[in-house]
């Protein structure tokens, strides 16, 4: 079946300007995670949706950032006035439920760079 | 900061010989899982293994569990040359739905 993914694959951007990256995942998987990894380094957490709950917004590293999720199913990130700092791949995940009992399963990545 | 810490951080190995990564992380976990991934881009779920478990296999690959001393292995026999990749241990724990990843291990598996 059809995996989870993300568009665009990859995005340039001008410092300053906004970028929206989306991701589809696994259909009936309620959970949704958005993790960035910078070059050579681990996944760092930014945002997790859950059904209808209230999404846990405590990684996104400033208000620049921010998530939505629209009928529990598409989600997209936004990131304002880019900066060089944001610069990374940003991965999205779903898992069928809540929970680190539950693998996630992941989008190839959208690979943001900001100029 | 990340729970899981990767030990080492990179592997060269030839093809054919067996591959052990370590995985240590500092608080109590319910669950450990590993994931590879190749070029930096998405990763994929490889095994996970539960707080009561201490072994756990699944093909080539052979994961252990030590919570005394909170660490993990992961060893991959007869490897290929196609098992080159990053490989993460995540931890989760309790009703933590974050799974925190370390920085993972870079193989590379010569021919």
């Known amino acids: 079946g059809a995996g989870v993914s993300q568009s665009p694959s990859n995005k340039v951007t001008e410092k300053g300007k906004d970028v929206e990256l989306r991701c589809d995942p696994i259909?009936?998987?309620?959970?949704l995670y958005w993790y960035r990894q910078s070059l050579g380094q681990g996944l760092e957490f930014l945002i997790y949706f859950q059904g209808n709950s209230a999404p846990d917004k405590s990684g996104l590293p400033s208000d620049r950032f921010s998530a939505e999720r629209t009928g529990g199913s598409v989600s997209t990130l936004t990131i304002q006035r880019t900066q060089q700092e944001d610069s990374a791949v940003y991965l999205c995940a779903s898992s069928l439920g809540r929970g680190g009992a539950y693998e996630q399963y992941f989008g190839p990545g959208t690979r943001l760079t900001v100029t | 900061s990340q729970q899981g810490e990767e030990d080492p951080q990179a592997l060269s190995i030839q093809e054919g010989e067996n591959a052990t990564m370590n995985c240590s992380y500092k608080t109590s976990i319910n669950n450990l899982q590993w994931y590879r991934q190749n070029s930096g881009r998405g990763l994929v779920h490889l095994i996970l293994i539960r707080s009561n478990e201490r072994e756990k296999h699944s093909g080539r690959l052979r994961v252990t569990l030590d919570t005394s001393k909170k660490s993990s292995s992961l060893l991959i026999t007869a490897s290929r040359a196609a098992d080159t990749a990053s490989y993460f241990c995540a931890t989760g724990g309790g009703s933590n739905y974050k799974l925190t990843f370390g920085k993972g291990t870079l193989l590379t598996v010569n021919p």
């Open positions: 259909s009936g998987h309620t959970a």
